[in-house]
């Protein structure tokens, strides 16, 4: 079977975990210097088909072709030696290694018997400024944002020829900044003839950047056409139906924002920050923080969840002065903190879905000091049913979840501590469109029991969908305003940010 036109070809692809398919029979041809955008809902096979691609995992039936010759990719050594790459949704750096040495981790350089680390050091960074990324590689990765580290884990993955580069949610904690960056080497790669398959949940981004689409649901590709056929709702509709297409829209809540100061916070601030904040969150409203990278919109969280230290602040729940100074105080005070990076602060990921839930609350599950067992695996069980977590069981780590799956965990656990103050950090990154309804439902819910949330994303669509009163951040202070009965459409947070 020649298929000498598509740099891959995969040709009735099945997979299927503990008896339940996953992929049933699915065809995907890539061409040569191509972006083939792959987009779906989660848990719909996305990463399993690329997983199978770089033999990652193995198929259960099924053929792949590479330049048209039928190919067995096994193990993802199979893949390497094929010329494809994968850029995983979650992170394969080490945390302790520098950038460098995490470029040339599996491959790198030997002299006189002896890693070469002068030499991977001098090519990491001839590498970074041929890509544009500013980094620098003597730094470990513990101590980078984790923007910074998804460009490295790009760096990585092209340290090596490539022929087929494939990239999962590679957007999801990147700026608007580093975004356009990552495109940019998109173009340049495929002007180079390599073959990219794009995953995301980002539409306007698969719309900007793709040249073809295939949709994926419930393990079968619903659809493959080129982008000028699709605009975002047909390819809503076509993900998860009618019902997604309107959902980011502001509603008006049945029961009214109280007029009643729920959290008062005064001079809010932080080492290395000059300025300060002080705002205000009302019983039963979603305040919106907005702004460019460096803001303070992340470090403002942080402080109010204990994990940044902070200088003389006030701050005053229900009229009660408080003591900020770990995540417990906050915790113990129903203050609680769904953060940007689920994957290294909100979750973790090699423990079992049953653990992840229940840790942040032994007390409901626990009696006499003692964990009680059964109790906890109903709890976790409702949590599943609850905030609709597709898993193949509560002992299953949440690894092997999707990346949205794993956020509605890390969700679910702080939800059922009964909090207060709900702080939700890019809740969305890398969720599918059907669950970030979902988790604008969610909050709408918390927030008509007058609890309060303050809401970050860098989508500002999300942020008027779901926010009653924002705040524009720059530097570290607030330079604006603004009520949502004001906003006309997106523009006018996007002006307000530029400010």
Same mark, same amino acid.
């Given at each position: ?23 049933? +029979? ?8 191509? /972006?083939?955008? *792959? ?10 088909l690329m997983k199978i ?33 994968m850029i995983f949704q ?16 599996? +491959? ?90 794009? /995953?995301?949940?980002? *539409? ?30 047909? #390819? ?35 080492? =290395?920050?000059?300025?300060?904040? !002080?705002? +205000? ?8 923080? #907005?702004?460019?990278?460096?803001? @303070? ?40 903190? #769904? ?11 090699? +423990?079992?879905?049953? !653990?992840? /839930? ?45 990346? =949205? ?31 970030? @309804?979902? #988790? ?19 989508e500002l669509s999300e ?12 530097? @570290?202070? /607030? ?21």
């Open positions: 079977m020649e298929q000498k036109q598509y740099a891959i070809s995969m040709s009735g692809i099945c997979k299927s975990f503990g008896g339940v398919p996953v992929l049933d +029979h699915i065809d995907f041809n890539l061409e040569k210097g191509e /972006i083939h955008a *792959l987009v779906g809902g989660n848990g719909a096979g996305k990463s399993t691609m770089t033999g990652v995992y193995n198929c259960d039936d099924g053929k792949i072709f590479v330049d048209g010759k039928e190919t067995k990719i096994l193990t993802p050594n199979d893949a390497k030696k094929n010329g494809i790459r979650e992170l394969s750096l080490i945390p302790t290694l520098t950038v460098a040495e995490n470029i040339f981790l599996n +491959h790198e350089l030997v002299k006189n018997m002896h890693t070469d680390k002068k030499e991977m050091a001098l090519r990491a960074e001839r590498l970074l400024k041929d890509l544009e990324i500013d980094v620098d590689v003597s730094a470990k990765i513990q101590d980078l944002e984790v923007g910074v580290c998804q460009l490295v884990e790009i760096a990585k993955a092209l340290s090596v020829d490539a022929s087929v580069l494939i990239m999962d949610e590679p957007t999801a904690s990147l700026t608007e900044e580093e975004t356009e960056l990552l495109f940019k080497i998109m173009g340049r790669l495929k002007s180079k003839g390599v073959s990219i398959v794009y /995953i995301s949940h980002r *539409l306007k981004e698969i719309l900007h950047i793709a040249d073809m689409i295939s949709v994926l649901k419930d393990g079968h590709i619903v659809i493959t056409d080129k982008k000028e056929v699709f605009d975002m709702q047909s #390819i809503v509709r076509y993900m998860i139906g009618e019902k997604a297409v309107n959902q980011f829209v502001y509603k008006e809540r049945s029961i009214a924002v109280s007029k009643e100061v729920l959290l008062e916070v005064e001079n809010l601030t932080w080492e =290395g920050n000059e300025n300060s904040l !002080s705002f +205000h969150v009302n019983k039963g409203e979603v305040l919106g923080l #907005i702004g460019l990278l460096g803001s @303070g919109r992340t470090e403002t969280m942080e402080v109010l969840f204990g994990l940044r230290r902070q200088r003389q602040a006030k701050i005053t729940l229900d009229g009660m002065r408080l003591k900020i100074n770990s995540p417990s105080d906050a915790v113990k005070y129903g203050i609680t903190l #769904i953060p940007e990076d689920r994957r290294r602060q909100g979750a973790v990921l090699w +423990h079992s879905l049953l !653990s992840n /839930i229940t840790l942040p609350n032994l007390q409901a599950n626990s009696r006499n000091g003692r964990m009680q067992h059964k109790k906890s695996r109903v709890f976790s069980e409702i949590c599943v049913d609850e905030f609709n977590i597709k898993t193949e069981g509560i002992d299953v780590p949440v690894s092997s979840l999707s990346g =949205g799956n794993q956020q509605k965990v890390v969700i679910a656990k702080w939800f059922k501590t009964n909090p207060r103050i709900l702080l939700m950090d890019e809740p969305t990154a890398g969720v599918d469109i059907g669950a970030k @309804g979902e #988790i604008v439902k969610l909050v709408r819910e918390f927030a008509q029991k007058q609890g309060g949330v303050i809401f970050v994303s860098s942020v008027m969908a779901i926010c009653d009163r924002i705040l524009v951040l720059k530097n @570290g202070k /607030i330079i604006n305003e603004i009520k949502r009965e004001d906003i006309t459409e997106e523009e006018v947070l996007q002006n307000a940010i530029q400010q």
